[in-house]
């Protein structure tokens, strides 16, 4: 892109004071913040011209699960299927790593916390051993897709090396960063986090597959016979990965994708519902429910909305396809943004400026025909790591850890 084609870019969306500064710059300067220019995605900001909008929620219904009687009851059948898939190379998985470990104390990616006490045991290293417990059952390695961040993908990669990726045989690893999405003021102008560097941050957990196909990994995935991939977050440290169980019970039913779901420890939970919305399924969070759906019950007195998601899910890879051309729901966010002034200063405000936009994994539920809700053991599969203390904390997850027979 030249200078002339990014202005004639900017210039109808009110955007040119992002070339204020571009005389200062040197070549290599120049190259970068026109590539930046180029890739942005300038109709999210009709999302924040009268003000950020939440996106509403249609009608609302309950979906139960497959319990985990009725799983313990097909559960040989289940994991043989399973295991045939992946024995077959159709299974893959991806973690989901774009974060930092700020609010745990590290500046650093947050799969990187030393989640040992008497040992070093780091959540990335505990998240390889899960997967390697499927791979030892199989006999087969499992593609793993590690999503990473502009931000942290140099701290990640270069940490995956130093420790051998902890045993991983690396010609299965592929890392892929995430896009991303530029911040705005409340007047709706992008921000700037330096003269040639516009303020972005990544676009949220629902880009994982988007940014996949950015970085060229499809074709590998369709040179593999990957059909499936199970995605997962970073922060739970407990949760089983390409779980044979899970990919057979999801097939047998004959769904496109599966969810496991934990049953929710009281109504007021704070945890994404799986439900169905408009017929199709769907998942509402805690602050979108009303008292009155939160606390309905069936006749036997069971909650009606009870099975929260643990962002562990499993799509076939064909529907995603189908689905990529259609635009996601954006969720627009208030943030603190640092920001250069008017004096090229950089700002960083102790109060929410402006929007971050980030579309959200899942809103791609929504967008299938069915899901499979699958219910999982919560001590034993749920452990995410969000605090230093307290609830979903370092603190319980060593607990739980412990409990499950993981030496610390």
């Not at 509403?56 to 219904?61: C, I, R, V, Y």
């Not at 930092?100 to 650093?108: E, I």
Request: aromatic fraction near 8%.
């Amino acid at each position: 892109m030249t200078y002339q084609e990014a202005l004639e870019k900017l210039a109808p969306a009110g955007q040119e004071h992002l070339l204020k500064y571009y005389g200062e710059l040197d070549e290599e300067e120049k190259e970068s913040l026109l590539a930046q220019i180029e890739a942005l995605d300038l109709s999210l900001l009709s999302l924040v011209r009268d003000g950020a909008k939440e996106n509403e929620k249609g009608k609302l219904a309950p979906l139960g699960a497959v319990t985990l009687e009725e799983i313990a009851a097909g559960r040989d059948a289940y994991e043989e299927k399973g295991l045939q898939a992946v024995r077959a190379g159709k299974v893959g998985a991806v973690l989901l790593a774009g974060g930092q470990g700020t609010r745990l104390g590290l500046d650093k990616p947050k799969g990187m916390l030393n989640v040992g006490i008497n040992r070093e045991l780091y959540l990335f290293e505990q998240l390889i051993h899960n997967l390697m417990e499927v791979v030892e059952q199989a006999g087969e390695w499992i593609p793993l897709f590690i999503m990473t961040s502009e931000k942290n993908d140099g701290d990640t990669t270069r940490f995956f090396r130093e420790k051998q990726y902890f045993g991983y045989n690396p010609d299965y690893i592929y890392f892929f960063v995430q896009d991303m999405a530029p911040s705005v003021g409340y007047d709706g102008r992008i921000f700037m986090e330096g003269k040639a560097r516009l303020a972005v941050s990544p676009n949220g957990n629902g880009g994982w597959f988007s940014s996949m196909a950015r970085a060229g990994l499809l074709d590998r995935i369709h040179e593999m016979g990957v059909e499936w991939l199970n995605v997962f977050a970073v922060d739970n440290v407990l949760q089983k990965i390409a779980d044979p169980v899970f990919v057979g019970a999801t097939l047998s039913a004959g769904c496109v994708c599966g969810a496991k779901v934990v049953a929710k420890a009281n109504p007021e939970e704070r945890v994404g519902v799986l439900c169905l919305e408009d017929g199709r399924p769907s998942i509402v969070e805690y602050y979108e429910m009303t008292d009155e759906i939160i606390h309905s019950r069936d006749a036997e007195g069971r909650l009606l909305y009870n099975y929260g998601v643990i962002l562990n899910y499993l799509f076939e890879v064909r529907t995603l396809e189908k689905i990529m051309d259609e635009r996601m729901p954006v969720h627009v966010v208030e943030k603190k943004i640092p920001y250069l002034d008017d004096n090229g200063q950089l700002v960083k405000p102790e109060k929410p400026n402006g929007y971050k936009f980030e579309e959200l994994v899942l809103d791609m539920i929504h967008m299938m025909d069915n899901c499979l809700s699958y219910e999982v053991e919560r001590d034993k599969e749920f452990a995410p790591i969000k605090n230093r203390t307290g609830v979903d904390s370092l603190e319980s997850a060593r607990k739980l850890m412990k409990d499950n027979g993981i030496e610390l």
